[in-house]
């Protein structure tokens, strides 16, 4: 069982750790604040002693770092990682805009089913089942209502249970999320929403940075 650092701490961008397996190009650590892909997060990219991280998964209780080229450790090495910040910041601001727009869209649509959805760097991207076509009035008045929740400055919340089930929450909105988030919904700025038909009777909401 790889330590997720990054459990504790969102913020955590460098780390020491212990290797403790390598099978080709992917190395395991003992612990790691490297995001490894899931619930439609993408894994994190960084270095680890220099050496090129160019994703990071998750392979039951193992976290497996995937290394651009040949890393030449061996376990009971000690590596020093470091996350690539600016692209995993865009991720925890986009992550956490995405739960903002989704209570906006579901205040204008009435509940509608996720049937999947995955955030990195550039978009977050979510599907929704409902068979008409988006009212793209709609679609801007939940640019609007996330834009205004966004710029008033909400804390965000995470719980964890006996469970290890954690509990996110930012005002009124609440849902089981183990991704990583933003401390204050300040920190996003303005978000910019874009609906494509991916088809299947789904709905596609891309979310993007304004800037
Ligand atoms: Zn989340």
Redesign the pocket.
Same mark, same amino acid.
């Given at each position: 069982m790889t330590v997720k650092l990054y459990d504790k701490d969102h913020f955590l961008r460098e780390f020491d750790a212990q290797v403790v397996g390598v099978e080709d190009n992917a190395v395991e650590l003992n612990q790691t604040a490297f995001f490894a892909e899931s $619930?439609g997060q993408a894994g994190d990219t960084g270095t680890l002693n220099g050496v090129r991280v160019a994703d990071t998964q998750i392979d039951g209780g193992r976290i497996l770092h995937f290394m651009e080229s040949s890393p030449g450790f061996s376990p009971g090495n000690r590596v020093h990682g470091v996350i690539d910040w600016d692209r995993r910041y865009r991720i925890m601001k986009l &992550?956490?805009a995405s &739960?903002i727009m989704e209570y906006y869209l579901w205040t204008q649509l009435g509940y509608v089913e996720r049937t999947g959805s995955f955030v990195d760097d550039k978009k977050d991207r979510a599907d929704y089942r409902y068979k008409e076509r988006l009212d793209p009035e709609k679609l801007k008045r939940v640019e609007e209502d996330t834009n205004r929740f966004l710029s008033e400055g909400h804390p965000i919340n995470i719980q964890v249970d006996d469970d290890g089930i954690r509990h996110?929450s930012c005002g009124p909105v609440e849902?089981h999320?183990a $991704?990583t &988030?933003v401390r204050n919904t300040r920190e996003i700025g303005a978000i910019k929403l874009k609906r494509k038909n991916p088809g299947r009777g789904e709905e596609r909401v891309e979310t993007s940075l304004a800037e």
């Open positions: $619930g &992550h956490t &739960h996110w849902m999320c $991704g &988030h």
